[in-house]
Antibody, heavy 122, light 107 residues
Framework: EVELVESGGGLVQPGRSLRLSCAAS????????MHWVRQVPGKGLEWVSG????????DYADSVEGRFSISRDNAKNSLYLQMDGLRPEDMALYYC???????????????WGLGTMVTVSS | DIQMTQSPSSLSASVGDRVTITCRAS??????LNWYQQKPGKAPKLLIY???SLQSGVPSRFSGSGSGTDFTLTITGLQPEDFATYYC?????????FGGGTKVEIK
């Protein structure tokens, strides 16, 4: 079955760190760019970060630049998001999404996981 | 950063109606524009990519048009399962920004 499964979310205090993971299955992982997108419950979608198939390019939203780091392990079919210096405004449901192609710009997100919730609170 | 502005933010329509949602980019993005549908409690689903290409498995009542800065998603013959929130997204240049969303509700 083709799927993306996120994990690693939870409750964390402001200023602390969290590492999200996304396990991919059912497709050739290294054919695709991968992305993280977040959504505050009841609000819109916000792209957080993206990485090309070979990790050659990584990009971030201005709101997380310098605090979050995206990475992937093609041998393990896995995507990661290291989140440091978490703030209350980072609290959201974090989705892992697959790019239609190995590179971006240009590629839409054709497959999404169910998301993992990150709560930032003291 | 490229800003994406959707309109309207919400609309009410009846089954069978033709619905049009617009999306405007703050600068030209060629045809690097995608449309997604999201239902409550579910992940977004890709409908249209590259402005007018229908994603596999998506019904043909969905169509997209536009280039440059102005884009449109049209649903021709609204079905009960189409009541949802729709988002546009530019994939021209990082950050890959989304529009604010358009909620399509039952009249």
């Amino acid at each position: 079955e083709v799927e993306l499964v996120e994990s690693g979310g939870g409750l964390v205090q402001p200023g602390r760190s969290l590492r999200l993971s996304c396990a991919a299955s059912g497709f050739t992982f290294d054919d695709h760019a991968m992305h993280w997108v977040r959504q505050v419950p009841g609000k819109g979608l916000e792209w957080v970060s993206g990485i090309t198939w070979n990790s050659g390019s990584k990009d971030y939203a201005d709101s997380v630049e310098g605090r979050f780091s995206i990475s992937r392990d093609n041998a393990k079919n896995s995507l990661y998001l290291q989140m440091d210096g978490l703030r209350p405004e980072d609290m959201a449901l974090y989705y892992c999404a697959r790019g239609r192609t190995g590179y971006y710009p240009g590629g839409a997100f054709d497959m999404w996981g169910l998301g993992t919730m990150v709560t930032v609170s003291s | 950063d490229i800003q994406m502005t959707q309109s309207p933010s919400s609309l009410s329509a009846s089954v069978g109606d033709r619905v049009t949602i617009t999306c405007r980019a703050s600068q030209s993005i060629s045809t690097y524009l995608n449309w997604y549908q999201q239902k409550p409690g579910k992940a977004p689903k890709l409908l249209i990519y590259a402005a007018f290409s229908l994603q596999s498995g998506v019904p043909s009542r969905f169509s997209g048009s536009g280039s440059g800065t102005d884009f449109t998603l049209t649903i021709t013959g609204l079905q009960p399962e189409d009541f949802a929130t729709y988002y546009c997204q530019q994939s021209y240049s990082p950050p890959l920004t989304f529009g604010g969303g358009t909620k399509v509700e039952i009249k």
